[in-house]
T-cell receptor
């Protein structure tokens, strides 16, 4: 069975603070692993994917196979990072999302 | 390229009526996914279609729900005899031919059943 857990519904930080949005998954097979973001009044869009190993808008995510985690990190949060973030081990399974609120 | 289009954006139906939700994929995309999002929940996969074929409908309720993606025209998600529990946001996404291509999401249709 595929499951994904994002334990925090809301994460509130100050501008410039480090951010870590947690994601744990259980997945049979090889997960693809994505992070999606939805800014206010915009549609859901891909932020990054594990296979690309890229950094987008300063965000990175490292796969930890031992812990089955794919946490999203950014060293210095910006106000424009405020959004809903969804972790997805595949295109068929999404987490419930974490709202990131970055205050000035 | 206008991106993935969904209409209507908002749909109100009374219990027992039918709801038809449309999704026009991005130009050149022949793969469409439908998801449902209930309040306070994440996206739940419903069905995956390729032109004229249903590839995976494992997330779609067996009764009252159906989906199609005809050779011409948008993909349609049809809900017959709607109930209050069908009230949700329904999103579609499309992608290109390669399985690793990025999915692009539509703005969603918010269905309210009175």
């Amino acid at each position: 069975a595929q499951r994904v857990t994002q334990p925090e519904k809301l994460l509130s930080v100050f501008k410039g603070a480090p951010v870590e949005l947690k994601c744990n998954y259980s997945y049979s097979g090889s997960p693809e692993l994505f992070w999606y973001v939805q800014y206010s009044r915009q549609r859901l869009q891909l932020l990054l994917r594990h296979i690309s190993r890229e950094s987008i808008k300063g965000f990175t995510a490292d796969l930890n196979k031992g812990e089955t985690s794919f946490h999203l990190k950014k060293p210095f949060a910006q106000e424009e990072d405020s959004a809903m973030y969804y972790c997805a081990p595949s295109t068929l399974t999404f987490g419930k999302g974490t709202m990131l609120l970055v205050s000035p | 390229n206008a991106g993935v289009m969904q209409n209507p954006r908002h749909l109100v139906r009374r219990r027992g009526q039918e709801a038809r939700l449309r999704c026009s994929p991005m130009k050149g995309h022949s793969h469409v996914y439908w998801y449902r999002q209930l309040p306070e929940e994440g996206l739940k996969f419903m069905v995956y279609l390729q032109k004229e074929n249903i590839i995976d409908e494992s997330g779609m309720p067996k009764e009252r729900f159906s989906a199609e993606f005809p050779k011409e025209g948008p993909s349609i998600l049809r809900i017959q005899q709607v109930v209050r529990g069908d009230s949700a946001a329904y999103f579609c996404a499309s992608r290109g031919e390669t399985s690793t291509d990025t999915q692009y999401f539509g703005p969603g249709t918010r269905l309210t059943v009175l």
